[in-house]
């Protein structure tokens, strides 16, 4: 079966699909630290078919670490959906990082990119803050969820934003007027490993813009935590990675991971944990915690502390919901993209 033939299939069953969404497509800015691991590659693709579906919005992705090929390979996979006008920011004071995989971005096949894209250096783009100001101020009142997975250096930055010539608003008017919900992917809300003190990475790697951003973040605007313990409960299948992408010669998905992770190793699924539970949250795919608060202790140790009218909740999942997560993830991350290049 040709290319272009099942990209007219999978546009047809998705404009099918649209019918029967009553619910207006969800506005999502995706924050994310795309570098060291491929789980926000896996992410950043699942946003896009969520969107072919009409489920979704990608509105910004906004870039948490520092690397030079960040910029250029987040554009790259957005082309390749067939969204290379998303607007992209990029922190300039952050972890820098060594990646396995943003090297693609510059693999060419007879004196073609491999996978087009218009941003050459991340010098080119604007800051995060500038991208996420500028995005909510755009969008209606209380409409916006925003995914951070990765460091809390943008929505720290963000909420601690003065008014500008993009709004008369602070980053904390601004985030109340506009943001309906924030999934964040950090911490860990059971021990690891029998590890009662566990030290998450995306907290570990920017303690204080972690707890800048629980410090200050609105009490009325709420956060819903995927912690460590859900995205390794829920991997996703290597089988995958062989079979399902076979569709395209060369699948930038597909060749992340295995220069991330190799074809033997099925890989956690956390970041891609909040997003699902961003776009879908009445699936049923996980169940919340309690509210409470999040407070992070200078070591970057997360605790969560319950309080009747608390800003913060974490999710759950139990094996019959962990068993639907992971069937639902395979499906989404290996869609064929709707905007099919010729």
């Not at 218009?118 to 009142?141: G, I």
């Not at 934003?161 to 993009?166: N, R, V």
């Not at 999040?294 to 309080?307: C, I, N």
């Amino acid at each position: 079966m040709s290319l272009r033939l099942i990209c007219g299939i999978v546009l047809a069953l998705l404009q099918l699909s649209e019918v029967s969404v009553a619910r207006e497509p969800v506005r999502v800015i995706f924050d994310t630290d795309i570098s060291g691991d491929v789980d926000d590659v896996l992410a950043l693709a699942m946003l896009h078919t969520l969107a072919d579906r009409g489920e979704c919005e990608l509105l910004a992705v906004t870039i948490s670490k520092i690397n030079p090929l960040t910029g250029p390979f987040t554009d790259a996979v957005n082309t390749f959906y067939g969204r290379g006008e998303i607007p992209i920011g990029v922190t300039r004071d952050a972890q820098r990082r060594e990646s396995r995989y943003l090297k693609l971005v510059n693999e060419k096949d007879e004196e073609e990119w491999r996978y087009p894209h218009d941003v050459r250096s991340n010098e080119d783009l604007p800051d995060a803050v500038t991208v996420l100001r500028k995005t909510l101020m755009a969008q209606p009142d209380h409409s916006v969820v925003l995914i951070q997975v990765g460091l809390a250096a943008n929505l720290a930055d963000l909420v601690e934003s003065k008014a500008d010539e993009i709004s008369p608003l602070s980053g904390k008017e601004l985030i109340r007027q506009k943001v309906s919900l924030v999934s964040v992917m950090a911490g860990a809300f059971e021990p690891i490993d029998g590890n009662q003190h566990f030290l998450e990475a995306n907290i570990r790697n920017g303690i204080k813009s972690m707890q800048r951003f629980v410090n200050q973040w609105p009490r009325e605007v709420p956060v819903i935590w995927s912690g460590f313990e859900i995205g390794i409960a829920v991997r996703y299948p290597r089988e995958s990675i062989a079979r399902d992408f076979s569709y395209r010669s060369h699948h930038i998905v597909r060749e992340a991971y295995l220069l991330h992770s190799g074809p033997e190793h099925d890989r956690p699924s956390w970041d891609l944990t909040s997003v699902l539970y961003a776009v879908r949250p009445d699936d049923g795919y996980f169940t919340l915690s309690q509210p409470g608060r999040v407070t992070v202790e200078d070591d970057g140790f997360l605790k969560f502390q319950p309080e009747e009218l608390g800003r913060d909740r974490y999710l759950e999942m139990n094996s019959e919901q962990a068993i639907r997560v992971r069937e639902v993830l395979r499906d989404l991350v290996s869609q064929p993209p709707a905007r099919c290049a010729p």
